[in-house]
């Protein structure tokens, strides 16, 4: 079944300000993949992380890995428009997604 | 580079008709998997296969019957619709247990 719980469901922000979205498991992940969803498109891979305590960058989007491997975060830094989507987490050897972070930004 | 190839992108049936959508990578991928997507469900795991002529069930597998004959073609059945199948539905491939999926545009069917 599904391994990972994805909060908060849903995030309103003003535009210039930051995002973060969590992803928890109960048990230790091999690895932990991230995806995009832009409306009315399809998921799309963002990253995916392996090590313990891992953090990775693109841009203004950090992605972080926890120590016991149990848990992940990604943080947008002062959002913009272009970052609307929901956001999706996926536990990386598996077929189960999280229930995702829907993010509007508002200009 | 075609990637993963879904077919109808949109389509409306009746309650009690049966319908394949298709899906067809052209990525020499393993693994293959069916979602549905409903407002705020997220993505549901309707099935999925590790290889050619290997499936198996995900989370809501009731109503859909699925076949892996090639590598390439993973068509996801309809035996009789009901409007509780109203869904955006999308396809998935990845080439090993532990890699990124890629997935196709999505099929959107209303069943009325």
């Known amino acids: 079944g599904q391994q990972v719980m994805q909060i908060p469901q849903y995030q309103h922000v003003q535009e210039g300000e930051d995002f973060t979205t969590y992803c928890n498991s109960s048990?230790?992940?091999?690895?932990i993949q991230w995806y995009k969803q832009r409306p009315g498109g399809h998921p799309v891979f963002l990253i995916q992380?392996?090590?313990?305590?891992e953090v990775k960058k693109q841009k203004r989007l950090t992605f972080q890995f926890g120590e016991a491997k149990k848990n992940s975060s990604l943080h947008i830094t002062a959002t913009q428009t272009t970052d609307v989507g929901t956001y999706f987490c996926?536990?990386?050897?598996?077929?189960?997604f999280g229930t995702g972070t829907s993010l509007t930004v508002i200009p | 580079n075609a990637g993963v190839t879904q077919t109808p992108k949109f389509q409306v049936l009746k309650t009690g008709q049966s319908m394949t959508l298709q899906c067809a990578q052209d990525?020499?991928?393993?693994?293959m998997s069916w979602y549905r997507q409903d407002p705020g469900m997220g993505l549901r795991l309707i099935h999925y296969s590790v290889g050619a002529g290997i499936t198996d069930q995900g989370e809501v597998p009731n109503g859909y019957n699925v076949s892996r004959s090639t590598t390439e073609d993973f068509p996801l059945r309809l035996l009789s619709a009901a409007p509780s199948q109203t869904s955006v539905y999308f396809c998935a491939s990845r080439g090993q247990h532990n890699q990124p999926q890629h997935f196709g545009d999505g099929t959107r069917l209303s069943i009325l």
């Open positions: 990525m020499n991928h393993e693994y």
């Open positions: 048990t230790t992940l091999s690895n």
């Open positions: 996926a536990a990386g050897n598996q077929f189960y």
């Open positions: 992380l392996v090590k313990s305590g």
